[in-house]
């Protein structure tokens, strides 16, 4: 049996290395001065219970009940420590109560075998320390890198953790411990290092999806930047031939002015003029914005809406370079958008119904994205997003989810509303 104050003292060492854990494998929202007092608060209050049950006779026999108290306000703390505050905060909350047990486990069997508290708390030490260097050396990057994405059910993967706590609680503490049933030390062994494996080769496993739906976005970006420099090589191309074109019209056209003067035939004079201003208007040499990226998307959707019968306004004020965000990234965002609003009108019978705005422009060090759309029926959200359902079928809706991505990612403001039929999206993003 291990004596009272070697277990609070066991329990004190663990709840350090588990704050270690939730310091080192959570993307921090605040910084080390608030992240810290939130550590210390969590040491206190947990702290409190385990002198009140291990050194005191106030809450004898209420293992389980001061248990779940702690592992609540563990989890209370990895979720305000977190900088996303959903069940990816909870699943790393659980995999620290986890993390610990191992040193946990060996050193009531430590202090069992040679009854020196010293020793105990030492061999646990050591293995609190060595398994944290070995995770933050084989899995931190991984657990992190895997943490990026909020695609995974990451409420589902919290039973993994939390079952393995569970068995091993009852196996090692509850309703008795395990120095009260040796024959069970094996099976702890081995529950431990299994507990291990599926952690490293799960975690790795999330990570290599990650890089590759990294890598496939990677690809998307580039085919978004490609796409712009051939619109803009197609829009320069086709200005250098209406130009060649309008060159050598215009020899004719001085021709003729000189001829209709000397007959004194202004109206004809002025036909040509107008003509020849028509021509000149038809000349695709707009320029929306500075960015090449951004401004050959534009472009590319604008004519598309010319040849749709799609009244398409524009007002972008990007600059030829961005500093604090991928410009491919933001153009695949805006690419996205446009589709859907592109999308959204052609469904709409009336074609001078059919409107799709786009404004861009800078708000002190961020840039504001905004597009609208008309649309025809009703626009249903999803009820575990919240973003509008596609009307395209199975396959479809991933441009909303993209932009939800890149939002998080960028820790940028994302909003859209439906107001008098228009859809309209908002994005306040750095520049």
Request: aromatic fraction near 12%.
């Amino acid at each position: 049996m291990v004596s009272p104050f070697c277990s609070f003292l066991q329990y004190r060492i663990s709840m350090i290395f588990l704050m270690m854990f939730l310091l080192l494998f959570l993307t921090l929202r605040y910084n080390r001065y608030i992240s810290g007092i939130l550590t210390l608060g969590c040491l206190i209050g947990t702290g409190i219970l385990d002198y009140l049950y291990f050194m005191t006779e106030l809450c004898a026999g209420g293992l389980l009940p001061i248990t779940i108290v702690q592992i609540v306000i563990v989890q209370v703390t990895a979720w305000l420590l977190s900088d996303y505050r959903d069940f990816r905060a909870f699943f790393t909350g659980i995999s620290s109560a986890t993390y610990v047990l191992p040193g946990n486990i060996i050193s009531m069997a430590v202090f069992d075998y040679t009854r020196q508290i010293v020793t105990a708390l030492l061999v646990q030490t050591a293995i609190h320390g060595f398994l944290l260097v070995i995770l933050v050396i084989m899995l931190r990057w991984h657990y992190l890198n895997a943490m990026e994405t909020d695609s995974m059910n990451w409420k589902r993967l919290c039973v993994i953790p939390a079952l393995f706590y569970a068995v091993a609680y009852t196996m090692t503490c509850w309703p008795y411990t395990i120095c009260e049933r040796k024959e069970i030390w094996l099976s702890a062994f081995f529950l431990m290092i299994l507990m291990g494996v599926i952690y490293i080769m799960g975690i790795k496993s999330f990570s290599q999806q990650h890089m590759e739906n990294d890598l496939e976005r990677s690809n998307e970006f580039l085919e978004i930047y490609a796409s712009g420099l051939r619109r803009e090589a197609e829009v320069l191309r086709e200005s250098e031939m209406n130009l060649k074109l309008m060159r050598h019209d215009s020899r004719h056209v001085y021709q003729m002015i000189g001829v209709y003067l000397e007959e004194g035939k202004t109206e004809q004079i002025k036909s040509l003029l107008e003509q020849m201003d028509t021509k000149l208007a038809a000349v695709p040499i707009r320029r929306f914005c500075e960015n090449i990226t951004i401004n050959g998307i534009i472009s590319g959707y604008e004519a598309k809406a010319r040849k749709e019968n799609i009244m398409f306004t524009c007002s972008a004020d990007v600059p030829k370079h961005l500093n604090e965000v991928n410009e491919f990234e933001l153009a695949t965002v805006i690419a996205n958008l446009l589709e859907n609003a592109m999308y959204a009108v052609s469904d709409i019978e009336k074609t001078e119904e059919r409107k799709v705005s786009i404004r861009v422009f800078p708000v002190k060090e961020q840039l504001m994205l905004e597009i609208s759309n008309t649309f025809t029926g009703t626009c249903r959200f999803s009820h575990s997003t919240g973003l509008p359902l596609s009307t395209k079928g199975t396959g479809h809706g991933y441009g909303m989810r993209s932009v939800k991505a890149y939002a998080n990612k960028n820790h940028a403001v994302f909003r859209y509303s439906v107001e008098d039929g228009v859809f309209c999206v908002r994005l306040l993003t750095n520049m």
